[in-house]
Protein backbone atom coordinates (compact mmCIF):
# COMPACT_ATOMS: atom_id res chain seq x y z
CA UNK A 1 0.00 0.00 0.00
CA UNK A 2 1.26 3.02 -1.09
CA UNK A 3 1.71 6.08 1.24
CA UNK A 4 -0.37 9.74 0.84
CA UNK A 5 2.86 10.83 -1.11
CA UNK A 6 2.55 7.82 -3.43
CA UNK A 7 5.55 5.62 -2.10
CA UNK A 8 5.32 1.92 -1.44
CA UNK A 9 7.64 0.14 0.46
CA UNK A 10 9.12 -1.03 -1.74
CA UNK A 11 10.32 2.30 -3.40
CA UNK A 12 11.33 3.25 -0.39
CA UNK A 13 13.76 0.30 0.62
CA UNK A 14 14.94 0.40 -2.70
CA UNK A 15 15.95 4.38 -2.45
CA UNK A 16 17.39 3.55 0.93
CA UNK A 17 19.66 0.65 -0.18
CA UNK A 18 17.96 -1.75 2.12
CA UNK A 19 18.36 -5.24 -0.21
CA UNK A 20 17.40 -7.20 2.39
CA UNK A 21 14.01 -5.66 3.14
CA UNK A 22 13.25 -5.53 -0.70
CA UNK A 23 13.90 -9.03 -1.27
CA UNK A 24 11.31 -9.93 1.93
CA UNK A 25 8.95 -7.50 0.42
CA UNK A 26 8.97 -9.46 -3.13
CA UNK A 27 8.85 -13.07 -1.66
CA UNK A 28 5.85 -11.90 0.42
CA UNK A 29 3.86 -10.92 -2.89
CA UNK A 30 5.30 -6.86 -3.63
CA UNK A 31 5.23 -6.36 -7.48
CA UNK A 32 8.70 -5.05 -8.72
CA UNK A 33 7.55 -1.46 -10.34
CA UNK A 34 9.24 1.11 -12.29
CA UNK A 35 9.42 3.41 -9.10
CA UNK A 36 10.79 0.74 -6.82
CA UNK A 37 13.77 0.25 -9.29
CA UNK A 38 14.18 4.20 -10.56
CA UNK A 39 14.69 4.76 -6.83
CA UNK A 40 17.24 2.15 -6.24
CA UNK A 41 19.31 3.34 -9.56
CA UNK A 42 19.06 6.90 -8.73
CA UNK A 43 20.12 6.76 -5.09
CA UNK A 44 23.26 4.39 -6.48
CA UNK A 45 21.75 1.12 -4.97
CA UNK A 46 22.91 -1.13 -7.81
CA UNK A 47 22.58 -3.75 -5.49
CA UNK A 48 19.00 -3.53 -4.90
CA UNK A 49 18.28 -2.82 -8.80
CA UNK A 50 20.28 -5.76 -9.75
CA UNK A 51 17.77 -7.30 -7.15
CA UNK A 52 14.80 -5.67 -8.17
CA UNK A 53 15.39 -6.38 -12.33
CA UNK A 54 16.35 -9.90 -11.64
CA UNK A 55 12.97 -10.75 -9.83
CA UNK A 56 11.01 -9.06 -12.35
CA UNK A 57 12.21 -10.40 -15.40
CA UNK A 58 12.00 -14.07 -13.29
CA UNK A 59 8.45 -13.47 -12.31
CA UNK A 60 7.72 -12.27 -15.54
CA UNK A 61 8.69 -15.33 -17.03
CA UNK A 62 6.11 -17.24 -14.94
CA UNK A 63 2.92 -14.69 -15.74
CA UNK A 64 3.40 -15.96 -19.86
Do not use: F, I, Y
Request: with cysteine.
Amino acid sequence: EATERGCTALAMAAQEGHVDVAELLLQHGCNVDTASLLAAVKNGHAEVGAALACWGVHHMHDRL
